[in-house]
């Protein structure tokens, strides 16, 4: 016959069993059933085929109950305080100070440059690992500066975006029975020098991107309607007046603007949208950006997508770049929810041509 275990009457049954059931605890509770069954009498067999525990572990914890009580039932590391911090909140407040300044050597931060400073600061070695650590303690991660050009202008961003609510309610007001949508446009340079980004490889292999730099180009014309995520596109040879007029004509054209249509076209000053050659059709509006504010332009956020299709290739011509380009522009047109997401910024006015809401 099976031997029993012996336990100490630290706890009647009913006492056990009131603390299993009413435990909130998962730990815990499963350490008093374990005790709570085998005052019952059941077997260590019986006992870890109900609890899923190992019989060596169920005698462990019953050599503890024995030995020092209830107490020692449940997740005990919530009650264990753990090692002293290595910087006290005074020493995390100097750190967070000197982060916002340039290191000793004049570079830039790292996981083992703050380890260093750590180091000077207590008198003795500290690991480059304990470095990273306190940078993400910090709520620290490393990030890529967005470029921000020196002649840009709050105050003039802030009050193009006032200008733009303003512009479009205007249109809406001047033309009551007509659809308004709020488009916006850009231009992007590709070519046959190669675009490299980052891919997920097996762990000790190097990727491999075959290349060959040269220096020819096209442009992808791209506009968007960031309320519903529609998208437009031309891939052209040059960006020129006379080509963009072309490009207008045909966007008009395609979405039927004129009486019963009327869009609010927004784009930056490039020297073919200011043109004064520009042809601009009837029912489209211009709203040009102020200088120097890409953080303005929603088509702006269009090109890593379009980047997918042909990064890390190399391509012998100009045409088969252009064909990669038209095949994901493509895949890209029926993508509206994936466009809206990331090009409806919460500023950009609605209107009563679309119910689809910004997020």
């Known amino acids: 016959m099976p031997r029993r275990i012996s336990l100490e009457p630290h706890l009647s049954i009913d006492e056990l069993e009131n603390r299993y059931r009413q435990s909130k605890n998962a730990i815990a509770r499963t350490h008093y059933q374990t005790i709570w069954l085998l005052a019952l009498g059941k077997t260590t067999a019986e006992v870890a085929s109900v609890t899923g525990y190992g019989i060596s572990w ?26 002293e911090p290595l910087l006290n909140d005074v020493q995390q407040a100097q750190l967070w100070q000197a982060l916002q300044s340039k290191p000793g050597d004049g570079g830039l931060w790292n996981g083992p440059k703050v380890a260093a400073w750590i180091s000077d600061l207590l008198g003795r070695k500290v690991s480059p690992q304990r470095g990273w650590e306190y940078l993400r303690g910090l709520k620290m991660r490393p990030l890529v500066p967005r470029p921000h050009h020196e002649e840009t202008s709050w105050e003039e961003q802030e009050s193009w975006k006032k200008k733009l609510a303003l512009e479009t309610q205007t249109i809406q007001t001047e033309n009551p029975d007509a659809d308004v949508e709020v488009w916006t446009m850009d231009e992007h340079r590709l070519g046959l020098k190669p675009v490299l980004r980052t891919v997920w490889a097996p762990s000790g292999e190097q990727p491999i991107a075959t290349v060959n730099w040269r220096y020819k180009w096209l442009w992808l014309y791209g506009f968007v309607h960031p309320q519903s995520g529609e998208t437009y596109w031309w891939i052209l040879p040059y960006v020129r007046t006379d080509i963009f007029n072309l490009v207008l004509a045909d966007f008009a054209k395609h979405f039927q603007v004129g009486k019963h249509k009327q869009i609010l076209l927004t784009m930056d000053q490039a020297g073919w949208h200011t043109s004064k050659d520009l042809e601009v059709p009837e029912g489209i509006h211009i709203l040009l950006m102020p200088s120097h504010s890409p953080e303005l332009q929603p088509a702006e956020r269009l090109w890593p997508l379009t980047n997918e299709a042909i990064a890390n290739e190399s391509f012998k011509s100009l045409d088969e770049l252009e064909e990669a380009l038209f095949q994901r522009c493509k895949v890209l047109s029926n993508h509206h929810a994936l466009i809206h997401g990331l090009t409806c910024y919460h500023w950009w006015p609605q209107t009563n041509s679309c119910f689809s809401m910004c997020i």
């Open 58 to 83: 169920i005698y462990e914890l019953v050599r503890s109950y024995n030995r020092y009580g209830p107490e020692m039932l449940g997740d005990r590391r919530q009650s264990n305080p753990g090692a």
